[in-house]
């Protein structure tokens, strides 16, 4: 699911469309669905399994705690198979210990693709066959050889290299995770037709290859590359799935991550915050950037939390750019904040209000009053020369829940 916040010239519109992540594209299983996974009935004796998940820790990507480790001995067995097997693109019947149940090898499977989001070849459906007392599976590939996956992997990697290299040596994790997010939102546009396909036709837009080489997602797609990226920098990072619930009050399945700085867990949805449009231009926004249990349950349901409940890492607060009151202070942070935009030449300007007064207070005198156009000139003066223009404002409020103005700001040529 997708949130989309258009922002014009003196008005806001918000649009909304719908989110799909992959259950997997078996349409003749019958499926049991939970947070951490999707489950087929066994019936006679070949049966397709579909599985998605909700893992709480690393991948093997990175380095920290699997989803692998909650696994018992039996299911860590059918995992190291399954994840062999993958990497191997083995295509025949593959032979499990013959004690395991439905259960063990739906939640073995799905460890496997919470684990990896980098096998973006495996499909989130496989087939169980027993033949007397023996058990095998047969997993299914999204690519048809060896030489195509390794070509596809090289694809991903040279794309991956061109922020991972650009990261400074001693970033610190908060650093990490806004670049890798900035240049994922810049890359990676929202697959609207992916979204709305149900014949498991767009099967890239769920995974990392879809968003980051091919550029087009939906939100698993989004999800699955900031746990791969963030990861491949040692940042924890997981998948979470639940439900989005637009502003008309539709729900549909969505996916985010789980994203863990300095030891404290936050929530990041980046497929939301790639929302909004400027003058009819793509940028994005950092709503949903490190937010709370709280805040990301006001339009995100049926999920089950680690618990976030800091907003140390949150970006606005990060940025200082979070203001429990519209008052001379924050205008001077804000003419600041155009300022340093300027070195960049970036547009985009967010500054959030923690309370409904002080948002109010903020619209008023930004937007109204337009003290916006005396921080431009302000600002300019900072600057030592006429870099911004002082004439034009775009600007957006958006749902006064969460409390963000965006400014949108346009440079001398």
Known sequence: MKKIICLLLAALLVCLSGCRFDKGAD????????????????????????????????????????????????QQSIYDRI????????????????????EDIQKSFGAVTSDNPG???????FEV???????????????????QKEEMQKQLSEAMDSILKSIPADADDFTKELMIHDWLLNRVSYSDEAAADTTGGHASAYTVYGAIVEQKAV?????????LLLNKVNVPCALISGVG???????????????????????LDATWNDAVLVEGEQSFSHIYFNVTDDV??????????????????????????????YDETTRNAIQTAMVEGAVDRNRVLEFQFTNEEAYNAAYQGLVEEQDVFTLLKSANEGIGSTVLREDVISYGAGDPA???ITLVVSYVE
């Open 27 to 74: 349409s003749s299983s019958s499926s049991q669905e939970s947070n951490v996974s999707s489950a087929a009935s066994e019936e006679g004796q070949t049966s397709s399994q579909t599985a998605s998940s909700q893992p709480e820790a690393l991948t093997e990507d990175g380095k920290g705690e699997l989803e692998y480790d909650s696994l018992n001995h039996l």
């Open 83 to 102: 994840l062999t097997a993958s990497n191997d693109l083995n295509t025949g019947m593959l032979e499990i210990p013959s004690d395991s149940t439905m």
């Open 119 to 125: 096998h973006f070849w495996l499909q989130k459906s």
């Open 129 to 147: 066959t027993t033949q007397g007392d023996k058990v095998y599976v047969t997993l299914r590939y999204l690519v048809d050889s060896m030489e």
């Open 219 to 227: 939100c698993e797609g989004y999800a699955r590359s900031m746990q």
């Open 245 to 267: 619930v637009d502003q008309s009050g539709k729900s549909s399945d969505h996916m985010w991550n789980i994203v863990t700085i300095d030891g404290k867990k936050y929530h």
């Open 296 to 325: 990301i349950s006001a339009d995100h349901k049926d999920f089950q939390s680690p618990g976030c409940k800091d907003d140390d890492a949150n970006y606005y607060v990060k940025k200082n750019w979070s203001f429990d009151f």
């Open 402 to 404: 969460n409390g963000v």
